[in-house]
């Protein structure tokens, strides 16, 4: 009796690994050329140079903002991701999370020297670059932590895709406060520096 009931175990993990083996099977692969498209799409390419015109029309501190509204609204829209998902089904998320990078570049680092006092606008550089490296080491590691512990480490599995999306509505979340204050901070700040700074008028 007791071989028996190894050998069924046997026979059910074989069948077991080759229905995973069918499944994989059934799931293209995804060439390089349509890889590079996908991280094409996160890049915000060809957003930076049309910044500075969006700018004529919003205050440098709006463009902040909307660009966390978009990366936060981009994140939400990525949990449409699955295993099954085409390039077609995720580029509308990606080129919205693209977009935010995209327009915010070069702004930021504008708006946090124009935040501090011009005699310490390298104090206020450094510490942006600081702050910026920090926290994109600390979002890694948060978001790879979450994987781990959903996944149990297997990323092949389908709980990545659960994990993965546990990790994006939580990065949602964060840029939904993080609109919210930067709505109401920024603009004070501004004006705060401009009443301390006031630009000399024009004879």
Not at 7 to 36: F, K, N, T
Not at 38 to 67: E, H, N, S
Not at 131 to 152: F, H, N
Request: aromatic residues 2%; contains cysteine.
């Amino acid at each position: 009796m007791p071989d028996q009931q190894q050998g069924r175990d046997a026979d059910q993990a074989g069948a077991d690994v080759g229905d995973d083996r069918a499944r994989r099977a059934e799931q293209p692969d995804q060439c390089p050329g349509e890889a590079g498209v996908v991280l094409m799409l996160l890049t915000g390419l060809p957003l930076p140079p049309v910044a500075p015109l969006v700018t004529k029309v919003v205050p440098p501190q709006g463009v902040v903002v909307l660009a966390v509204a978009l990366v936060g609204i981009g994140a939400a829209w990525l949990t449409v991701i699955g295993p099954g998902a085409s390039v077609l089904s995720i580029a509308g998320p990606l080129l919205t999370v693209g977009a935010g990078f995209g327009i915010s570049t070069g702004l930021i680092d504008g708006v946090a020297i124009g935040s501090v006092d011009p005699a310490r606008a390298g104090t206020g550089a450094g510490m942006f670059n600081a702050v910026r490296l920090a926290l994109e080491t600390i979002a890694i590691a948060v978001v790879g932590a979450v994987l781990a512990t959903t996944t149990g480490g297997r990323l092949a599995e389908p709980g990545y895709t659960s994990g993965l999306h546990v990790a994006l509505w939580g990065m949602a979340g964060l840029a939904a406060v993080l609109t919210v204050v930067l709505a109401r901070v920024l603009p004070r700040r501004r004006e705060t520096t401009a009443r301390q700074h006031p630009e000399p008028s024009q004879a």
